[in-house]
């Protein structure tokens, strides 16, 4: 890959294309996930407002993998595609129920994947992974989880 800009051209590097490369979003600055409270998308997940087990949430991301139906790379989506395989998510090592895994509508690349945190979640800043395929979600990113 070479990248020219403004009639610069970069030192050549490779890059390896990858069906799989799961990642959340986290909070500028932070390594807080970005988590939305269902219903409504209230954001939450941090020290400040945090989630509470029995919260349904909904987690954003990149990279979870193909969709049925198929949207081409760097397409607008429209309607929620389902992922074609559900990624496996842990929050604080615990195994949590995935409801969901869809591409965003009116958007590109962008993944929802909707979890339900168990009643008996331990609390505070807890780690958060997925893995779909083999592949895991980036190390150290955090959810905050309070009691209510």
């Known amino acids: 890959m ?5 009639g610069e051209v970069s030192a050549s590097a490779t890059a390896q294309l ?11 600055g932070t390594n807080n996930v970005i988590a939305s409270r269902l219903p409504g998308y209230a954001l939450v997940g941090n020290s400040t407002v945090p989630a509470m ?3 349904t949430l909904a987690l954003w ?7 049925n139906p198929t949207v081409a790379a760097g397409a607008t989506v429209s309607g929620a595609p389902v992922v ?14 995935v409801i969901s895994a869809v ?5 590109a690349g962008l993944y929802q994947v909707t979890i339900e945190l168990p009643a008996t979640l331990p609390t505070g800043a807890l780690a958060i992974r997925a893995s779909v395929g083999g592949v895991q979600t980036q190390a150290g990113a955090l959810l905050f989880v309070s009691q209510p």
């Open 2 to 6: 070479v990248v020219t800009n403004n």
């Open 18 to 28: 990858q069906a799989l490369a799961p990642a959340f979003f986290l909070s500028p």
């Open 53 to 55: 087990p029995g919260d």
């Open 61 to 67: 991301g990149t990279g979870f993998g193909a969709t």
């Open 84 to 97: 074609v395989t559900a990624p496996n998510v842990t929050v604080g090592g615990v195994s949590v129920p």
């Open 103 to 107: 591409l965003t509508a009116g958007s």
